[in-house]
């Protein structure tokens, strides 16, 4: 619909007119330093950035009711930069010019409700948030539309003729920073991955191949991938595309600025649950809901609560004891969380301990349960990762403990597509798992292919079939 055929009634600020002050502050000695350059730690304590918009308050002038109204109409509006992320322009990035956004078609992901027998097998109905169905088929793209967009704007405002892109990974980051740098003028941006070799999925290794990335494998799991990265980002003139770049935690933020849209804005009784990994994805998710409270776009918090396979799980460790230790992780079909020492912990035990409090709980599962959790929800119409069969699996966990309130409203976050994993789910289907996963597969959840003779009556035979009469 075009702007010019709403009715005059529809609110002033459906086409974004507000801009913000924005700068990084370091989450330790609190220094904030100027939006307009690359930044990832604190040049003064190394400590992590997190994006502040000092124009903040100018959003609560209006009611939370007056933005609500702005973002339901704004579904309405076909232009591009608004259909994705940047639907919450003013929550998200409000410094970049419409004509910047960069949009491939993240985001604006449905909430499916759980089959009856998928219920039944959990212990209670509940939503899949399903973020396998974006563009490079997992949340990061949501992060990676604000961060590249930003790098678009500054290539724009500052005329740089030369940017190297570059992220350490689990695989999804960086299918996600390849297709996204790949977008811009190839003349001025390279893009580069670097993958711990042999810890990420075939799927996931020919994403930014395809997408025309140099992808580098060094030997190690992502914590070392992501130590590299560091220290070329602090020595080298490279922009870093990982979580612990602020502005892709303002783009991830729109996970929950969705869900508390497709709730119609109620959340007093919502309950998200998602799996942790490096945290980014807790972080933003706990920050978005929290600036829709503060904004009374939503009138209470969510309970979060994140799932962590017992493999890797420092966080929920963190919870019951009260310090967080870096772990050394073993072998995980949740890959993608595979983690040991997440970047953005800083940030979770601050919104924790400021915000969340008992609204936040973290939750262990084993590797059994995680792969069983994705097999017998793609088997009831869904479409879930392994990230996403922790998600629910933890749910079901919470359950049994007592953790979720009766009338609860909740919402699992499958965080990639199925297809991203198919090698764990044939791993189980041939009972081909090494040792150190710790699964043994059930019969009655495998399925393998039969090779019968090109033959009707072979086929109908051994199908069983009744004759039409
Ligand atoms: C990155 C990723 C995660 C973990 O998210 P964090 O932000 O690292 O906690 C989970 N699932 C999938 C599919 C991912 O790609
Ligand atoms: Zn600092």
């Not at 459906?14 to 370091?26: F, G, K, Q, T």
């Not at 992901?109 to 490079?136: A, H, Q, W």
């Not at 395809?210 to 020595?235: H, Q, R, W, Y």
Request: hydrophobic fraction near 40%; charge should be neutral.
């Amino acid at each position: 619909m075009v702007p010019a055929n709403f009715h005059p009634d529809a609110p002033e600020d459906l086409i974004p007119e507000y801009r913000a002050e924005m700068v990084y502050e370091c989450i330790g000695c609190g220094k904030s330093f100027d939006i307009n350059q690359f930044l990832y730690t604190c040049p003064h304590c190394k400590s992590l950035l997190r994006i502040i918009n000092k124009s903040f308050s100018r959003l609560k002038e209006k009611p939370g009711e007056y933005w609500q109204e702005v973002f339901d109409f704004r579904k309405m509006v076909n232009i591009p930069s608004l259909k994705g992320v940047f639907r919450f322009y003013e929550f998200i990035f409000p410094i970049i010019p419409l004509e910047d956004i960069i949009y491939l078609g993240e985001g604006d992901t449905p909430i499916v409700k759980s089959n009856p027998e998928l219920s039944d097998f959990i212990g209670r109905e509940f939503y899949v948030k399903n973020d396998g169905l974006n563009p490079s088929v997992s949340f990061k793209d949501r992060g990676m539309a604000s961060a590249v967009s930003f790098i678009n704007y500054m290539i724009k405002k500052f005329n740089i003729r030369e940017l190297l892109g570059i992220c350490a990974s689990t695989g999804d980051t960086s299918a996600a920073a390849a297709l996204y740098l790949s977008y811009l003028d190839k003349k001025i941006v390279r893009s580069v991955v670097l993958l711990p070799q042999g810890k990420v999925t075939p799927a996931q290794l020919s994403q930014p191949l395809g997408s025309g990335a140099t992808v580098i494998e060094i030997p190690g799991v992502f914590d070392d991938c992501m130590k590299i990265v560091e220290e070329l980002a602090e020595n080298y003139q490279v922009c870093l595309l990982n979580s612990k770049n602020p502005i892709r935690i303002q783009g991830q933020k729109s996970f929950s600025f969705e869900i508390a849209q497709q709730m119609d804005y109620k959340t007093q009784n919502l309950v998200v649950v998602v799996p942790i990994g490096n945290a980014g994805n807790v972080t933003a998710i706990m920050e978005g809901f929290l600036e829709f409270f503060q904004t009374g776009v939503i009138k209470s918090l969510p309970l979060i609560i994140g799932v962590q396979s017992t493999h890797a799980n420092p966080v929920v460790r963190w919870k019951e004891h009260g310090v967080f230790t870096p772990m050394s992780v073993k072998p995980s079909v949740a890959q993608a969380a595979m983690i040991g020492n997440p970047v953005s912990f800083p940030k979770v035990s601050h919104l924790v301990e400021n915000y969340f409090k008992k609204n936040f709980l973290a939750i262990s599962v084993t590797e059994q349960e995680i792969i069983e959790g994705m097999l017998q929800t793609n088997r009831h119409g869904h479409v879930v990762c392994t990230q996403g069969g922790e998600s629910i699996v933890g749910l079901k966990t919470a359950l049994k403990k007592g953790l979720i309130p009766e009338n609860a409203d909740v919402v699992v976050d499958s965080t990639s597509h199925q297809l991203k994993f198919m090698n764990f789910q044939q791993m189980y289907f041939e009972d081909s798992y090494p040792l150190e996963f710790e699964i043994h597969p059930r019969k009655e959840l495998q399925n393998n292919p039969f090779q019968l003779k090109a033959s009707a009556s072979e086929i109908a035979s051994f199908l069983k079939l009744k004759k039409k009469v």
